[in-house]
C-alpha cells in the first residue's frame, strides 16, 4: 500500500507570508488530491494534482491562493499563498490505493497550520 | 447534489454495547461509499468500503439504496474503537466528499 509523508507536520505563520507543503509518495501514482479541513469542519478537497498537466481546483479555490506543484509521479506541493487567519486549518494530501488487493484512497498525516 | 450526511456530531456509549454510526448520502449515479476513522493522533485511514462487503475490527456496513444510507454498525463496542468516523461519497475523478464526521466515544 501507497505510503505519504508530509511535511512540515505543523506551522505557525505570520499573515500576508506563504507556506509550501510537501507530499512524498513511496510509489508512482497517478492522481494526488489535496484536501483542507478547517477547524471543527469535514474535509473538503482543494484540488486534484495530475502530473504533466495543471491542477484541477474545486469551486472556491483558485491557483492564485493554492499554487499546486506535480514535477513526478511520486511528488506534489501546495503552497497557501498570502495567508490570512481564516487559512488556519489542516491541509493533507491524498493518493488512491490503500491496502494491496482493495481500492480505497491513503490520507498522509496532514500539515496543521496556524496563521496569526 | 452530492451530499454525504452524518447528523450525529458525538455518539456516547458503553463498552460492549452495539453501536449504529448514521450516513445518508445524496448521489444521482451508482455510489460507491467508504468510512473512514481517525484515532486521536493518528491520520486519517480508511476503515471499509461497501464495493468489498468486509468486516474489519467487527465493523461493517450495508448499502441501502432504498434509504439512500450506509450506516456503520459495530454489535459490541470496545474502548479501543472511540475515535472520529466518517463517511465518503466517491465521485468521478476520484474526488472524495465526506460527511461531517461522528465522535464515537466508548466509555468503560
Known amino acids: 500500500s501507497a505510503v505519504i509523508s508530509q511535511k512540515p507536520s505543523r506551522d505557525i505563520c505570520q499573515r500576508g507570508t506563504s507556506l509550501t507543503i510537501q507530499c512524498q509518495v513511496d510509489s508512482q501514482v497517478t492522481m494526488m488530491f489535496w484536501y483542507r479541513q478547517q477547524p471543527g469542519q469535514s474535509l473538503t478537497l482543494i484540488a486534484t494534482a495530475n502530473q504533466g498537466s495543471e491542477a484541477t481546483y474545486e469551486s472556491g479555490f483558485v491557483i492564485d491562493k493554492f499554487p499546486i506543484s506535480r514535477p513526478n509521479l511520486t511528488f506534489s506541493t501546495l503552497t497557501v499563498s498570502n495567508m490570512s487567519p481564516e487559512d488556519s486549518s489542516i491541509y493533507l494530501c491524498s493518493v488512491e490505493g490503500d491496502r494491496v488487493g482493495t481500492y480505497g484512497y491513503t490520507f498522509g498525516s496532514g500539515t496543521r497550520l496556524t496563521v496569526v | 447534489a452530492q451530499r454525504v450526511t452524518q447528523p450525529e456530531k458525538l455518539l456516547s456509549v458503553f463498552k460492549g454495547a452495539p453501536v449504529e454510526l448514521k450516513c445518508n448520502y445524496s448521489y444521482s449515479g451508482s455510489p460507491e461509499l467508504f468510512w473512514y476513522v481517525q484515532y486521536s493522533r493518528q491520520r486519517l485511514q480508511l476503515l471499509l468500503r461497501?464495493?468489498s462487503r468486509e468486516s474489519i475490527k467487527g465493523f461493517t456496513a450495508d448499502l441501502n439504496k432504498g434509504e439512500t444510507s450506509f450506516h456503520l454498525k459495530k454489535p459490541f463496542a470496545q474502548e479501543e474503537d472511540s475515535a472520529m468516523y466518517y463517511c465518503?461519497?466517491?465521485?468521478?475523478?476520484?474526488?472524495?466528499?465526506f460527511g461531517q464526521g461522528t465522535e464515537l466515544s466508548v466509555k468503560p
Open positions: 461497501h464495493i
Open positions: 465518503a461519497l466517491l465521485l468521478r475523478g476520484g474526488k472524495l466528499i
